[in-house]
């Protein structure tokens, strides 16, 4: 979730590789983590991260632990906390318009 963290996404390309499997776990991790604490929404916005930098790692079972958790499992007040949060960094000065597209096409409309 840091500072170091993106930088390290950003250029992974040039990172020993070593460190190419940091994503992998890390959502790994956030994926299991959610499965124990569903109310906590925001681990979702923050696997999106993973997609916002390309990487020499398939995420397409991120993508689809995504949207089978928003369409199957998130309770009714989830999804309107999903909803809220999304608005929150829609109108979030110098939000990442990436992100803004990424949230819509797999949060808010999987």
Known sequence: KGR????RLINEERMN?????????YS???????????IDVSLLFELLIIFLHPT???FSFV?????SV??????CTSKRKLLL??????NMEGA???????SMQILVEP
């Not at 949060?85 to 829609?90: D, N």
């Open 4 to 7: 170091g963290r993106r930088l």
């Open 17 to 25: 590789p070593k460190y190419h499997a940091e994503s992998y776990l």
């Open 28 to 38: 790994k991790f956030l994926m299991s983590y959610f499965k124990l604490h569903t």
């Open 56 to 58: 020499s790692i398939d």
């Open 63 to 67: 993508r689809e632990f995504l949207e």
């Open 70 to 75: 928003v369409s199957k499992t998130l309770s």
């Open 85 to 90: 949060r999304f608005f929150g960094v829609l």
């Open 96 to 102: 990442d318009i990436e992100t803004i597209i990424l």
